[in-house]
């Protein structure tokens, strides 16, 4: 398989979408491009030099959302998927990538999923967390043209229980200590910007 070849077909069937009517063109190609590369920075961490799946995970994270909006997406994205790449891989790499596809949602413990599988789902987690998940929340708010203080009460009401059951959803300690070190991030950031939205310093001074 060629992997510029397919990042362009991916761009030209995901660039101008949207995943849903409150998230901007173009999320589920960037999201899974990044996808991509978390799973092989994760892959260094947890298979050490085996690099030999490489590109089925960076493929299936290009595609993992190429069904979105028609749930469940990952199901459904199998399916399309083993269309989409027919011209482009081999008969196996695509059983593969559709394999991952298929059970990138479906997170569930003392499963029997490969490593790849779980590796990418993994990523997906994690890459809704952090900068990213403060971007898709103001993003959201912007659209629903919400105040801020809608923004914090989210933080306030919804936010732990959310995290907390997505990082329950997590495979390795690797992904955990990532996860923990994003959200000690948007606590950072939100304890800065409730001081702020009030008129006030963040700093002694």
């Not at 959302?65 to 199901?75: L, N, S, T, Y």
């Not at 043209?145 to 936010?159: A, T």
Request: charged share 30%; with cysteine.
């Amino acid at each position: 398989m060629d992997i510029n070849v397919l990042k362009e077909v991916a761009r030209e069937l995901m660039i101008n979408r949207k995943a849903h009517i409150g998230r901007e063109k173009g999320f589920i190609y960037y999201h899974g491009e990044r996808v991509g590369k978390l799973s092989l920075k994760l892959r260094e961490h947890i298979l050490g030099d085996n690099s030999s799946h490489d590109d089925i995970m960076v493929i299936a994270s290009l595609f993992h959302d190429v069904a979105k909006g028609i749930e469940p997406h990952g199901r459904y994205g199998a399916v399309l998927v083993k269309d989409i790449l027919k011209e482009h891989c081999t008969e196996s790499e695509i059983e593969k990538i559709s394999e991952i596809i298929h059970y990138h949602t479906l997170r569930k413990q003392d499963n029997n999923y490969s490593e790849y599988i779980k590796i990418v789902q993994d990523a997906d987690v994690l890459d809704h967390f952090g900068s990213i998940e403060i971007w898709m929340n103001f993003q959201y708010s912007a659209y629903e043209d919400k105040p801020m203080y809608k923004s914090l009460e989210f933080y306030k009401n919804e936010f732990e229980s959310h995290a907390k059951k997505c990082r329950d959803s997590l495979n390795y300690q690797v992904s955990r200590k990532i996860f923990d070190d994003k959200i000690k991030f948007v606590h950072s950031f939100i304890d800065r910007f409730k001081v702020e939205t009030q008129g006030d310093f963040y700093i002694e001074i």
